[in-house]
């Protein structure tokens, strides 16, 4: 029965070639610029704690994503008017975006949505969820509800919680705790009257601190459910401190948070602690990108365009925080590209391509998918 109910509600693997033609239809006939979506922190409601975190180090963090097609707004009670922003619309007064914005008891959904996608980006927890597309084609489905309300009830419980509060052994940072208490309250704003059907995969990376002999430290703690993915990149030795590992129920298959599967956050996620310095690099993802870019192919490109963005810099330049979140928007986008590059390429070689030969399918060239990525930089705050 659980095989079934995954099967149902799981990624479906189409003919390749009629997937490729008729994906490359939608793209050409959408009428959506090819630019991807950029942003850096994403939205707070007014009045919201500018600073939720006592913690000495902060993110300095961008977005990008590319919906593989048209995002839908989201349905009644959470409805918000479509824009050129996605689930966002475009203004300059901050009170006619909130009274737009979707909301969830009467709250603005924390987070940006792109295609099934949602990211979350703040001074000290960022997170990256793949809501499941297939739920599209059920009615009352709706996937980019579940990845959305998840990483916003995160956002709410990790402010609630001082993001960790000031815990000098690191061990106020529950991401987990977080999650599975998002889960809940996701459950009970989709359930009756206001029932809607989706899955989600889930990845945070909260920035926190330890104190030793008076001093203090970075450290990242990371919480993982499914094939989401956290990397920490540092680009002064160009290598890869960590990366997390993907979780499957079977090919194409990840473990998820939503209707019918039988995965929990207490159950299923998984907990990391990554110690860290100033200026490594922390990326939210989903798998848009490691479904068409290897490992080593992201931290490259991530320091790449992070030297192409320093070479752009006056020397001379003081960098403000906010430089340093469009520095990481502009490597977000980077990557971004370099995933739909492979993506709508139907004759490249990707590591979806790998896995899917290995399962013994005829599969060739990219997956075109949703692709969204946060890109941050550990920094230590100043004064």
Not at 14 to 22: D, K
Not at 31 to 45: E, F, I, M, Y
Not at 322 to 344: N, S, T
């Amino acid at each position: 029965m659980l095989a079934l109910q995954l099967k149902h509600q799981c990624r479906c693997l189409s003919p390749r070639i009629l997937y490729i033609t008729l994906a490359h239809r939608r793209l050409r006939h959408d009428g959506r610029s090819r630019d991807p979506q950029v942003g850096l922190a994403t939205p707070l409601p007014d009045g919201a704690p500018k600073r939720a975190s006592p913690s000495p180090y902060y993110f300095a963090a961008g977005y990008a994503g590319w919906a593989k097609r048209l995002t839908r707004p989201f349905p009644p009670p959470f409805f918000s008017p479509p824009s050129g922003s996605f689930s966002d619309p475009l203004s300059t007064h901050n009170r006619s975006q909130d009274r737009r914005r979707p909301k969830v008891n009467g709250e603005i959904i924390r987070g940006v949505t792109v295609g099934d996608d949602a990211v979350l980006v703040s001074d000290n927890l960022i997170g990256a969820n793949d809501g499941v597309g297939a739920w599209a084609q059920r009615e009352k489905g709706c996937a980019p509800l579940w990845s959305r309300l998840i990483l916003h009830f995160c956002a709410l419980a990790a402010e609630k919680d001082g993001h960790g509060g000031e815990d000098s052994d690191g061990e106020g940072a529950q991401l987990v705790r977080y999650m599975g208490d998002a889960y809940k309250q996701t459950k009970e704003a989709l359930s009756d009257p206001n029932e809607w059907l989706g899955t989600t995969t889930s990845s945070l990376a909260l920035l926190h601190y330890l104190k030793e002999d008076g001093k203090t430290r970075p450290v990242v703690f990371v919480a993982q459910l499914g094939d989401s993915s956290v990397m920490v990149i540092r680009p002064s030795e160009k290598t890869i401190l960590f990366e997390t590992e993907e979780q499957w129920h079977y090919f194409d298959c990840p473990r998820q948070l939503g209707t019918n599967s039988p995965d929990t956050p207490e159950e299923n996620a998984v907990l990391s602690k990554v110690d860290v310095e100033e200026d490594d690099i922390v990326l939210a993802m989903t798998d848009g990108v490691t479904d068409n870019l290897w490992e080593e192919e992201i931290s490259e490109t991530a320091i790449n365009a992070l030297h192409e963005w320093q070479n752009k810099m006056d020397k001379d330049d003081n960098v403000s925080e906010e430089l340093l979140a469009e520095g990481m928007r502009f490597v977000a986008q980077e990557i971004v590209l370099a995933a739909r590059k492979i993506a709508e390429d139907p004759f490249a070689g990707s590591p979806f391509m790998e896995r899917a030969v290995e399962e013994g399918l005829a599969i060739e060239g990219g997956k075109l998918d949703d692709i969204s990525v946060v890109a941050a930089m550990c920094k230590k705050r100043q004064g």
